[in-house]
């Protein structure tokens, strides 16, 4: 797993660093990295633009969001991890979430997938972003 291996400024207030892993991996590591930082949520159409753009830039086609589902049955109770709130703002891609693992419960955003939202095993490796708040 990368470690604070680029890190973005995009005004005077707010930062990213990106490192790649698991989506355990990647809250974790935003988590450690400071009190106030977080794995990126998208809770805007705006939110998804900017961080599909951080990521093309960073070299990857893929990211993890915050969200994650607790649950099973055909229920997908999908809420922010670090917060614990519902989802607001949701772009699922056709067909989706849809469970097709037990560990199907993570949230990956991916190129191949136009940039929409897929549920997938928590375990597989891709992008994570953790937005800070310089002023915090």
């Given at each position: 797993?990368?470690?604070?291996?680029?890190?973005?400024?995009?005004n005077q207030t707010?930062?990213?660093?990106?490192?790649?892993?698991t989506?355990?991996?990647?809250?974790?590591?935003?988590?450690?990295?400071h009190?106030?930082?977080i794995?990126i949520q998208?809770?805007?159409?705006?939110e998804?633009?900017?961080?599909?753009h951080e990521s093309?830039?960073?070299?990857?086609?893929?990211?993890?969001?915050?969200?994650?589902?607790?649950g099973s049955?055909?229920?997908y109770?999908f809420y922010?991890a670090q917060?614990?709130?519902q989802?607001?703002?949701?772009?699922w891609?056709a067909?989706q979430?849809d469970?097709?693992?037990a560990?199907s419960?993570?949230v990956l955003?991916s190129?191949i997938?136009?940039w929409e939202?897929?549920?997938?095993?928590?375990?597989l490796?891709?992008?994570y972003m953790?937005?800070?708040n310089?002023?915090?």
């Open positions: 797993m990368e470690r604070l291996d680029k890190r973005f400024c995009k707010t930062c990213y660093i990106y490192g790649s892993g989506w355990q991996e990647g809250l974790k590591f935003c988590d450690a990295l009190p106030n930082a794995m998208e809770q805007s159409e705006d998804g633009k900017q961080h599909k093309v830039g960073a070299g990857y086609v893929a990211y993890w969001i915050a969200a994650i589902c607790e049955g055909g229920l109770d922010w917060s614990k709130r989802l607001t703002f949701k772009r891609r067909n979430p469970q097709d693992s560990a419960n993570c955003v190129k997938e136009d939202w897929d549920d997938t095993d928590c375990s490796e891709a992008m953790c937005s800070l310089k002023m915090a």
